[in-house]
T-cell receptor
Framework: AQTVTQSQPEMSVQEAETVTLSCTYD???????LFWYKQPPSRQMILVIR??????QNATENRFSVNFQKAAKSFSLKISDSQLGDAAMYFC????????????FGGGTRLMVKP | NAGVMQNPRHLVRRRGQEARLRCSPM?????VYWYRQLPEEGLKFMVY????????ESGMPKERFSAEFPKEGPSILRIQQVVRGDSAAYFC????????????FGPGTRLTVT
């Protein structure tokens, strides 16, 4: 069974600074996708960024980027120029193969942004 | 394009009652997934459905829980004879055919069992 581990229950960052959230996963599959979701206090799950395992290039979405280390099974999220609105729970998720497969989530990291 | 709709947003039930949670997927989406989030935890997969079919229910408790996605109307997650341990946030997600199959989430239903 696949597992996703987020070892940092809480992180804090100063506004405008950079923070990195860690995620490791375990799988024997070769075809899979990785995601970071943001859950603000409203509890809405918002997709932040995704990474296809077959792609070597790290995904980037504006201030969000990932460091995907396939051999190490590591998938960290870097948030640059942190903003107050970035404060939320962040969940790393794994999905085997294409559509129709479930997401396996990590336990989450609570990110606090200090003004 | 309307997103995934869930209702009610909050539901309070006494122990022993039934809870019905509804989910309308995004327009054009035919895949529906239900997840449960206990306090201070990540989301856990429960069931995956397509129209009129349950595809994967490996995360569903064996008793009291059922799900359906009829040909017409929303998907329903039904919990019979609720217990306090069922108190959680229940999220529905939907995805379309092809592409990367990204799952888009609804706002969730917070179930409180008293």
């Amino acid at each position: 069974a696949q597992t996703v581990t987020q070892s940092q229950p809480e992180m804090s960052v100063q506004e405008a600074e950079t923070v990195t959230l860690s995620c490791t996963y375990d799988t024997s599959e070769s075809d899979y996708y990785l995601f970071w979701y943001k859950q603000p206090p409203s509890r809405q799950m918002i997709l932040v960024i995704r990474q296809e395992a077959y792609k070597q290039q790290n995904a980037t979405e504006n201030r969000f980027s990932v460091n995907f280390q396939k051999a190490a099974k590591s998938f960290s999220l870097k948030i640059s120029d942190s903003q107050l609105g970035d404060a939320a729970m962040y969940f790393c998720a794994y999905r085997r193969g294409n559509a129709g497969n479930m997401l396996t989530f990590g336990g989450g990291t609570r990110l606090m942004v200090k003004p | 394009n309307a997103g995934v709709m869930q209702n009610p947003r909050h539901l309070v039930r006494r122990r022993g009652q039934e809870a019905r949670l509804r989910c309308s997927p995004m327009k054009g989406h035919s895949h529906v997934y239900w997840y449960r989030q206990l306090p201070e935890e990540g989301l856990k997969f429960m069931v995956y459905l397509q129209k009129e079919n349950i595809i994967d229910e490996s995360g569903m408790p064996k008793e009291r829980f059922s799900a359906e996605f009829p040909k017409e109307g929303p998907s329903i997650l039904r919990i019979q004879q609720v217990v306090r341990g069922d108190s959680a946030a229940y999220f529905c997600a939907s995805s379309g055919e092809g592409g990367l199959g990204e799952q888009y989430f609804g706002p969730g239903t917070r179930l409180t069992v008293t």
